[in-house]
């Protein structure tokens, strides 16, 4: 299995802009569909953005559509979240999370894998 670390989080104003990054190590890093969930107090992960193992596919919450994009460089086995135009809303800590095999649209948390220790984002309105 993939160890995953993440990084980039912070404390952001409203409208500002955050990337997250997500290191994986241990395993075949291309042979994993590549997710991001996130957890606010008090409620359940939910899905936030997935990208196929090549990168030639994406897929995002509609909370987050049109501000979120996701990207990975599997020479460097890393995949990053460029977070635009931030909302409160969009406070929590961010997990990175990998599931291996091949591309399909996969928002339950149970179905991946591995996850990564997490980083907060809080964003002040």
């Known amino acids: 299995q993939v160890q995953l670390v993440e990084s980039g989080g912070g404390l952001v104003q409203a409208g500002d802009s955050l990337r997250l990054s997500c290191a994986g190590s241990?395993?075949?890093?291309?042979?994993?569909?590549m997710g991001w969930f996130r957890q606010a107090p008090g409620k359940e992960r939910e899905f936030v953005a997935a990208?196929?193992?090549?990168?030639?596919?994406?897929y995002y919450a509609d909370s987050v559509k049109g501000r979120f994009t996701l990207s990975r460089d599997n020479a460097k086995n890393t995949v990053s979240l460029q977070m635009n135009s931030l909302k409160s809303e969009d406070t929590a800590v961010y997990y990175c999370?990998?599931?291996?095999?091949?591309?399909?649209?996969?928002?339950?948390?149970?179905?991946?894998?591995?996850w990564g220790q997490g980083t907060q984002v809080t964003v002040s309105s």
């Open positions: 999370a990998a599931r291996f095999g091949p591309w399909a649209i996969v928002l339950r948390p149970d179905e991946y894998g591995s």
């Open positions: 990208i196929s193992r090549r990168g030639g596919i994406t």
């Open positions: 241990g395993g075949t890093f291309s042979m994993y569909t």
